[in-house]
Nanobody
Framework: QVQLVESGGGLVQAGDPLILSCAAS????????VGWFRQAPGREREFVAG????????TYGDSVKGRATISRDDAEGTVYLHLGSLRVEDTAVYYC?????????????????WGQGTQVTVSS
């Protein structure tokens, strides 16, 4: 099992950028496909972005497409999510998750390992 810890959340202004980090321990990250999800109060958890184990494929949810970039540094055991032009509706708890498969999938049920989440609050 790999352990995941998110960081980088906080209170930000609308329009500002934010970088979230997902640090892995326990197992090498380079055998996992990693996804970012988020959950706003009263809403279901939604897929934000994912990156394949090789880094060769990235996928983005419609709500962040064009504003988000996911990347990985396997030497550091970390996956990053850069969010630009933040909006109030980006306010949520952001989670990273890892799966052993080589493809990015948007279904949260396909991910076996989850972090505890980091809160992002965007003010207008």
């Amino acid at each position: 099992q790999v352990q995941l810890v998110e960081s980088g959340g906080g209170l930000v202004q609308a329009g500002d950028p934010l970088i979230l980090s997902c640090a892995a321990s326990g197992r090498a990250l380079n055998v996992y496909t990693v996804g970012w999800f988020r959950q706003a109060p009263g809403r279901e958890r939604e897929f934000v972005a994912g990156i394949s184990w090789s880094g060769g494929t990235t996928t983005y949810g419609d709500s962040v497409k064009g504003r988000a970039t996911i990347s990985r540094d396997d030497a550091e055991g970390t996956v990053y999510l850069h969010l630009g032009s933040l909006r109030v509706e980006d306010t949520a708890v952001y989670y990273c998750a890892a799966r052993s498969g080589s493809y990015v999938v948007v279904n949260e049920g396909e991910y076996d390992n989850w972090g505890q989440g980091t809160q992002v609050t965007v003010s207008s």
